[in-house]
């Protein structure tokens, strides 16, 4: 049986991941993070059926990549994901150095070390439409980055090096960008799990620049699909987008939160200053991943909402009790 390595498996993208490729795959499968498992209610993979395939490795790429490198070299997975990255924006104007360290130096000496292994068939990174900058009209996979912000340069150079290695020595490298990927599980300063708890405790959602950035929403089981479908069928040395085929602003997804817990919009909101370096359209066209490997997104927006509301309900003893801002670590 295969094996296949998940960096970042504590992240909310990574946990979906893993959860996805137990239920659609016979896999093992082992998770890197560089903290402690987070608490079920933010792990998917805890309640799956098949988690006796997984294991988990508490490991920092920045501090602990010799043993890191080590357990690669003994498990011999077929396929790394690496979800491993420093990923807020905002804050990555105050110390972009950390930044650059996770997303684009520790990186360096894992592809370098990785170029010489023979077990590795497909590596698939995990990376950002930030690079591109404002997206305005179509913007496909052949796009120039035009990166605005430190996390978004440093992602940038992260895709650059690894297509270096790609071309100079057949590195298995395949690449995604998804945009703003949202779903039960979240991190809970993210705009639309923060709305919903927001609503919930009486407290005002703040709206930067009054919510008028336009991005474009997709259900996170609708991206692990997409990544496994990428990983499995997708040609080495492609990058591939997942979108939704039209954008929305955050002012009307927060106000689809606001109709679905029947709260008035008005009461519930209030605009602040905008973000620096806040990308005015983020919108990024999918038809290669479309057409190629037959993907599409099928969880219908309101929907997924609704889920998200549902979740935090649910859990609403453990959640209102966790911190609602964004704490960095180095």
Known sequence: MSTAVV??????????????LLDETDLDIIGISRSEEKSPVFLSYHQNRNVDRFRF??????????????????????????????????????????????????LSRLVNHLRGCDYLEKYLHISSPEAYGNCVGTVTESAPDNPSTPYAASKSAADMLLDTYRREFDFPLVTVRATNVYGPRQQLFKIIPRSVIYIKSGQKIELHGGGSAVKSWINIRDVSRGEWQILKDGRVGERYHLSPEAGLSVRRVVGMICDIMEQEFEEACEVVGERTGQDAVYVIDSTKARTELDWQPVIDLEEGLAEVVKWGSDNWDELKDHELTYIHKP
Not at 7 to 20: E, R
């Open 57 to 106: 490795h508490c490991m920092d790429m920045n501090r602990d990549m010799d043993d890191l490198l080590a357990l690669l070299d003994r498990v011999k997975p077929a396929y790394i994901i690496n979800f491993a990255a420093q990923s807020e924006v905002g804050p990555s104007w105050h110390t972009p150095e950390d930044w650059f360290q996770t997303n684009t130096v520790a």
């Open 7 to 20: 960096l970042g498996s504590n992240s909310f993208s990574g946990q979906d991941f893993i959860d996805y």
